[in-house]
Structures are given as C-alpha cells and as structure tokens.
C-alpha cells in the first residue's frame, strides 16, 4: 500500500528558503512518478515538478529556477528544496504519487497517492 507522509513546512521570509521532505511507503521507483503540488487559500491546486524514474525532473515555469526536487530510494523520501521565496509561495504543500505513464512524468496529471500536506507560510 502506497503511503506518503510530508514534513518541514513552516514559517520563512522573504528570500529564504526551506526544504521539504516526503516519506515514501509502498512506492516501485521503477515504475512510479512523483511530484509536488501546493494550493493556497482560494486558488487550485497546482502542480510544481515531477521527477520521473530516471530522476529526471521538470518543473512549472512559476518555480523553475527556484525549486528542486530531488530522491534519496534508499531513504525512501522525496525532496523539495525551495529557494528565494516570496510571499506567494506561502500555501500547503502536497506530495504526490502515480503510475507511470509511456509519455512520462506529468506536471499535473497522473497522480493517485496523496499526502496529508505540510503548511509552508512566507511572511516577514
């Protein structure tokens, strides 16, 4: 059974920067795709970046540059290092698992197994 647990949110500014975690149970790295999405109050959710079986990563234009995603398998967790954040940043972070499709690791779509979220607020 896939389980998917977040941590490290919390409270930043400005400019600083924070890494989540996300720890994996049940998950087949050869043949799942994992992400990380957000949705603040009011708004959609959205997805942020993908990182495909190969670790190959991807990412919405409105963090490339900013965010990494990154896996440790052995450690079974999922990473989201966030850098130069800005106040829109500030929403709950999900993580995000799914099978594998043949066109590969979407951004927004495919995803099945969900965390719980973990609060990421940027504020002065």
């Known amino acids: 059974q896939v389980h998917l647990v977040e941590s490290g949110g919390g409270s930043v500014q400005p400019g600083g920067s924070l890494t989540l975690s996300c720890a994996l149970s049940?998950?087949?790295?050869?043949?799942?795709?994992l992400s990380w999405f957000r949705q603040a109050p009011g708004k959609a959710r959205e997805g942020l970046g993908a990182?495909?079986?190969?670790?190959?990563?991807n990412y919405a234009d409105v963090v490339k540059g900013r965010f990494t995603i990154s896996k440790t398998n052995a450690a079974n967790t999922l990473y989201l290092r966030m850098n130069s954040l800005k106040a829109e940043d500030t929403a709950m972070y999900y993580c995000a698992a799914g099978v594998r499709r043949p066109f590969g690791c979407a951004i927004n779509v495919g995803y099945t197994f969900w965390g719980r979220g973990t609060q990421v607020t940027v504020t002065d």
């Open positions: 049940g998950v087949n790295y050869d043949t799942f795709c």
């Open positions: 990182i495909d079986t190969d670790d190959y990563t």
